[in-house]
């Protein structure tokens, strides 16, 4: 913990579907003068997201569902085209994204890369949220996705171009943060571009 930051005092203001603290704090200023704050902090659990690429087919699959705060703030529809992606409730990181890609994609795929963590709101919200990518093949597939009912979920899954969900961006039909970022992942590092791996290959590397 900083020595600039001291707590003074938290409170409680919902504990619903998520937690969301008052927190009152000294905060030395980088003059050396002390300052009393107030900020409020939303505690949903960390979590994580994938993206998953195929070589092959030079596709990606991606999800569009319903997000109400997106609707209540100028997305006509509230529907958002986003990555795979859900909270961590105590798992690892990769064992989250795995689980989470085969309940919403419907795609059980047998391991994921893990490639940078990110605070997306940190103004306001707690939660860190650790980036993933994972190769799929259509052999991979084990149900038609959707996500959980009982979390009340209605997912589509979207398989497209890479090239075409890329454009996306700056169509402004992609709005997502960790979406957008993962897709320049992909292309910066041209991860797509990369020639699939043979089985041969991959015997000799092992």
Same mark, same amino acid.
Not at 34 to 38: A, D, H, M, R
């Given at each position: *913990?900083s020595?600039?930051?001291k707590?003074?005092?938290?409170?409680v203001l919902?504990?619903?579907?998520?937690?969301?603290?008052?927190?009152t704090?000294?905060?030395?200023?980088r003059?050396?003068s002390?300052?009393?704050?107030?900020r409020?902090?939303?505690?949903r659990?960390d979590?994580?997201?994938?993206l998953?690429?195929?070589?092959?087919?030079?596709?990606? #699959?991606l999800?569009?569902?319903?997000?109400? =705060?997106?609707y209540?703030?100028?997305?006509?529809?509230? *529907?958002? @085209?986003?990555?795979?992606?859900g909270l961590? %409730?105590?798992?690892?990181?990769?064992?989250?994204?795995i689980?989470?890609?085969?309940?919403?994609?419907?795609?059980? @795929? =047998?391991?994921?890369?893990?490639?940078?963590?990110?605070?997306?709101? =940190?103004g306001?919200?707690?939660e860190?949220i650790?980036?993933?990518?994972?190769?799929?093949?259509e052999? *991979?597939?084990?149900?038609?996705?959707?996500?959980?009912?009982?979390?009340q979920? %209605? &997912?589509e899954?979207?398989? *497209?171009?890479f090239?075409?969900?890329?454009?996306k &961006?700056?169509?402004g039909e &992609?709005? %997502?943060?960790?979406?957008i970022?993962?897709?320049?992942? #992909?292309?910066?590092h041209?991860? #797509?571009?990369? =020639?699939?791996?043979?089985?041969?290959?991959e015997?000799?590397?092992?």
């Open positions: *913990m020595e600039k930051i707590i003074k005092k938290t409170e919902s504990n619903r579907w998520a937690l969301l603290n008052e927190i704090y000294d905060f030395q200023r003059d050396g002390w300052e009393i704050q107030n409020e902090a939303y505690d659990g979590g994580a997201c994938i998953l690429y195929n070589r092959c087919t030079k596709k990606v #699959i999800t569009r569902q319903f997000r109400l =705060p997106t209540l703030n100028n997305n006509p529809g509230g *529907m958002m @085209i986003e990555a795979c992606a961590l %409730d105590k798992d690892y990181p990769e064992k989250c994204v689980k989470e890609t085969e309940e919403e994609t419907g795609y059980r @795929i =047998p391991k994921a890369q893990k490639i940078f963590d990110s605070y997306m709101s =940190p306001s919200v707690t860190l650790h980036f993933f990518i994972g190769e799929y093949s052999d *991979m597939k084990v149900s038609e996705g959707g996500g959980l009912q009982e979390e979920e %209605d &997912i899954v979207l398989e *497209m171009d090239e075409d969900a890329y454009a &961006i700056a169509k &992609i709005k %997502d943060g960790k979406t970022m993962l897709l320049q992942h #992909i292309k910066i041209n991860i #797509i571009s990369a =020639p699939a791996k043979t089985k041969v290959v015997e000799e590397e092992s």
